[in-house]
């Protein structure tokens, strides 16, 4: 069932921002989390209801037409999810396929459920709230991810409590290593920044970023050769979805997604697809601990941060050199229209 999108009740977002962040895609689950059961999550305060079925995959708001019972109250048989209250059962396209109490009478289409478009993507279930088939936008892309010879990793999801826009910030700084990443794998000694400069691109910028800082964890026997010269490659998609491409010594790549899905404005979800091409026998549950030590070094500045949501009258505070990707990202959301705070 279709609808002209508006804000949820109690939205935390201007009305503007939020249909123009309604139109944009963001992932809500890991795919191999989604099952036939209901999944629960919640997008730009939207509560959202998620379930697979004859594989396909299906996002709807979390509200059951008849008598508004949440369905992620619910469970499931093989031709949908049932609502708890009276039975009404829902399959492909969130369709009402069952009536309980009128079997052999047809369904009104008044009872299908609100869905919304999906895409399964690096491991992750996107979906788009306000889409617009005459004018898409396009999903944010990850390099390598198909790639022969790279391994695919999706790390459990976790939640911040602060502001996409604050968190994805913080993915593009390359000025906190020093400051911040020490237990993982930055070198307190190693603060300069060198020049880099952003470039932009029809989906945000990009920016190559040259140092001598490791990417290795600090307790690792193997280290890069003296003087090497790291690479570290970002592709910004706006709003909310940043790729990180490290080139390791040789041929050794590593890619991270920082994909921050806006539960709220001052909630957020953080997906973490990982594509790589060495060190393939290290147990992934390793891979998954060490990329949420990082996440969690950045935590405490995301959620201390004041104002909590994102300036983009770049006048409001006070800049670096070291944050030209900051500045980049600033001027690409304020490109697309978003207002100076994203909250109310």
């Not at 109490?101 to 491991?123: C, H, M, T």
């Not at 898409?136 to 390099?143: D, K, R």
């Not at 490791?214 to 592709?235: C, D, I, K, T």
């Amino acid at each position: 069932m279709k609808r002209e999108p508006t804000p949820p009740a109690h939205c935390t977002f201007e009305p503007e921002d939020w249909l123009r962040l309604a139109k944009c895609w963001h992932p809500v689950a890991r795919a191999c989390d989604v099952g036939p059961a209901p999944v629960k999550a919640t997008l730009l305060d939207e509560q959202l209801v998620i379930y697979r079925i004859n594989d396909q995959v299906v996002v709807a708001r979390d509200v059951c037409p008849h008598r508004g019972v949440p369905l992620t109250l619910g469970f499931h048989d093989e031709h949908g999810i049932i609502c708890p209250y009276h039975g009404l059962r829902f399959g492909e396209d969130g369709r009402c396929n069952r009536i309980p109490s009128s079997p052999d009478q047809p369904v009104p289409a008044k009872l299908n459920l609100i869905n919304y478009a999906v895409e399964e993507r690096f491991g992750l279930i996107w979906t788009c709230l306000a889409f617009d088939p005459d004018n898409p936008v396009p999903l944010p892309t990850m390099p390598h991810w198909s790639d022969d010879g790279f391994q695919q990793i999706n790390c459990p999801a976790f939640e911040v409590n602060g502001f996409a826009g604050r968190q994805v910030e913080g993915f593009l700084d390359v000025a906190h290593f020093a400051w911040i990443h020490t237990d993982t794998f930055a070198d307190p000694n190693n603060q300069l920044v060198p020049i880099y400069q952003p470039q932009e691109t029809p989906f945000g910028f990009v920016a190559d970023y040259w140092s001598s800082v490791s990417n290795y964890p600090a307790s690792s026997p193997v280290q890069a050769p003296e003087g090497f010269q790291w690479l570290r490659h970002f592709e910004m998609h706006l709003p909310f979805t940043a790729t990180l491409t490290i080139h390791f010594p040789g041929e050794s790549r590593l890619v991270i997604m920082n994909a921050a899905s806006p539960v709220s404005s001052r909630v957020t979800r953080m997906f973490a697809p990982i594509a790589r091409n060495f060190d393939l026998h290290i147990p992934v549950e390793d891979v998954h601990a060490f990329n949420l030590r990082i996440f969690e070094e950045d935590r405490l500045m995301v959620e201390t941060q004041r104002p909590e949501s994102l300036p983009l009258d770049l006048t409001l505070e006070a800049h670096i050199p070291a944050d030209k990707s900051s500045i980049a990202y600033r001027r690409g959301l304020k490109k697309m229209g978003f207002g100076e705070f994203f909250l109310v």
